[in-house]
């Protein structure tokens, strides 16, 4: 039953990419064909199909394999990107954690008491307006007066975006049990703390894990965003970069690297995945 | 049934949102005793109160006047040495739990190691009749046997008073009245000192010892009718006694109703 289902949703992946390539490529041909303007009309073509706009996709997974330089030696693209990806998703994980406790706490804390939900909640919200190319900056001078490593700064910034959705969902779920529920744990005169472990939290938990993968997603850009505003040599955002400057010439290289963000991305929601159905395998087995 | 008070109320007034333009007096001037080991209904029109009281009664809210004692203390204290039980009217079981789980959360707020968990669980469901579902999660179970795993669940720790507003409301006839027998032969079993709110004119003649009868607006008592049916079985429901006592709980049913 389990393999049966795993090999589903492999294959499901490998369809979807295939069409994507087949549309890619199909869009790309017919482009060229026509001069970049829809079959049989003047009306232009949105994207142009030449190789710099739009690369053949060999081209890119080819280039995937190239050797490139880096520092004094040379090595292929993917483990290029590999070792890049491995300092981004220190910077995104450290970040994820930090924002998830961060985030937790001030739902508990906005639960617990009324007026701190009164006195937080809008500032949580007025938070996430202040644009995150003029926040890292800021962050990481302090960062660096503080005698932080970058490493610290950049998962801050993470930090910043991830903490928000943990918040604001963990505190619509932990207000989530009915009047009812809470009535009982009352009449059981079981203590706040009692109440918070035994019914808040566990029934928090379909509330938290969508919030948890948006989070995943958002320290993965955090830490991207923050060191390209840092200048930190190492990294993913680092190398996208640079190709991105470097686009007219590399186009491939580009795509590439995007790839490499595209595929961490993934890996850190099979994770959460994997953690939502460790933490909800009680419930999962019933239909809802 | 022994002559110690279980339940005493006196002059209680309950007003919600007082000195306010939706202010609701919910109870007024209620005095009220319940002995150990009895067996006391609730019954009256929607709205009188009958909820309000057995919070009351369980400290789930406050008096705005005079004073529940329960079982000689106040009843914040007897809700904080869990001398009660309370069921309510829909079952309120916890989705990620078990039903065996569901039933010794209680246990477990109060310290007991789980080996004697799971024992005093299983006896729980044998006696509610759903002996091979302890491991179902409440999901799996229909409206009446989750009803019936928070009675397991009210009773396991066998608090000395057991509060139920409405407990069958959800349960069809035929499961209803085998609920009833059922709670009767727990109660005689236990001894418990049992509040029971209904809405069903048989159901409180069939069960108790004595049957409230509240007018609302503001919620009083009305009258009070003791029944006496000795031992109950399947059969006293075509008992003269029984047909007698509902009529009486009917009537009584009926003045309050004209007196609005
Ligand atoms: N928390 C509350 N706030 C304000 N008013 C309330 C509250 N709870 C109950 N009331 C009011 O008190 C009155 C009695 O309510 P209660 O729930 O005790 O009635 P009841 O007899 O249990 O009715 P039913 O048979 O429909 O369950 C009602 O008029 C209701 O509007
Ligand atoms: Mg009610």
Redesign the interface.
């Known amino acids: 039953m389990k393999t049966a289902k795993a090999i589903r949703v492999i294959l499901t992946v490998a369809v979807v990419i295939v069409f994507l390539v087949l549309l890619w490529e199909g869009y790309k041909w017919m482009g060229q064909k026509t001069d970049d303007h829809w079959p049989g009309t003047n009306f232009g073509l949105p994207i142009a199909t030449n190789d710099t706009i739009m690369p053949h996709f060999v081209d890119v997974i080819t280039e995937l394999n190239a050797d490139i330089r880096d520092g004094r030696s040379t090595m292929p693209m993917y483990a290029f990107l590999l070792k890049k990806a491995w300092f981004t998703f220190q910077e995104a994980a450290i970040g994820f954690i930090l924002g998830l406790t961060i985030g937790m706490s001030l739902a508990i804390l906005m639960s617990r008491w009324k007026v701190s939900e009164r006195g937080l909640l809008p500032w949580i919200n007025v938070s996430q307006t202040i644009p995150l190319i003029a926040l890292a900056p800021v962050v990481v001078t302090w960062g660096r007066n503080q005698g932080l490593s970058d490493l610290i700064s950049i998962s801050l910034i993470s930090t910043y975006l991830t903490f928000f959705p943990v918040a604001v969902s963990g505190l619509r779920g932990l207000q989530s049990p009915d009047s009812a529920h809470v009535e009982l744990m009352h009449s059981y005169a079981a203590s706040w703390r009692t109440t918070l472990f035994k019914l808040r939290l566990p029934a928090a938990r379909p509330f938290l894990f969508p919030a948890l993968k948006l989070a995943g997603s958002l320290s993965i850009v955090g830490a991207i965003v923050g060191e390209i505003s840092i200048g930190r040599k190492t990294g993913l955002g680092r190398a996208i970069l640079e190709y991105a400057l470097r686009y007219a010439i590399f186009p491939e290289r580009l795509y590439a690297s995007v790839i490499g963000a595209a595929f961490l991305g993934l890996l850190v929601f099979g994770m959460i995945n994997l953690a939502e159905r460790y933490f909800m395998r009680r419930t999962r087995e019933v239909a809802s | 049934m022994n002559e110690k008070s279980a339940i005493s109320i006196n002059s209680v007034d309950k007003v919600f949102n007082e000195a306010r333009e939706d202010e609701v007096i919910a109870l007024s001037n209620i005095d009220l005793d319940i002995k150990e080991g009895e067996f006391v209904s609730l019954i009256g029109p929607s709205g009188c109160g009958k909820s309000t009281l057995l919070r009351l009664i369980?400290d789930?809210l406050e008096p705005t006047k005079g004073s529940v004692e329960v079982f000689g203390k106040s009843a914040h204290q007897a809700?904080?040495d869990?001398d009660?039980g309370?069921v309510?009217q829909?079952a309120?079981l916890?989705?990620?739990?078990?039903v065996s789980a569901n039933i010794e959360?209680?246990l477990?707020?109060h310290g007991w190691s789980k080996a004697d968990r799971s024992t005093r669980s299983q006896e729980m469901l044998d006696l509610v009749k759903l002996p091979d579902f302890g491991s179902y999660?409440p999901?799996?179970l229909s409206g009446g046997m989750q009803q019936r795993v928070s009675i397991a669940r009210a009773l396991s720790f066998k608090p000395k008073l057991l509060l139920m507003d409405e407990p069958f409301g959800a349960l069809d006839e035929m499961t209803r009245e085998h609920m009833q027998i059922e709670l009767l032969r727990i109660w005689e079993e236990t001894g418990t000192t049992v509040v029971f709110v209904t809405h069903s004119i048989p159901e409180s003649a069939f069960l108790s010892n004595r049957v409230v009868v509240l007018s609302p607006r503001p919620g009083q008592v009305h009258s009070v009718i003791d029944v006496d049916l000795g031992k109950r079985s399947e059969s006293t429901r075509q008992d003269s006694n029984f047909f007698a006592a509902a009529t009486e709980i009917r009537e009584a049913l009926r003045a309050v109703e004209e007196q609005e």
Do not use: A, K, N, S
Request: no cysteine; proline share 5%.
């Open positions: 369980g789930l809700r904080v869990q009660y309370m309510f829909h309120g916890f989705d990620w739990r078990r959360l209680p477990e707020l999660y999901r799996q």
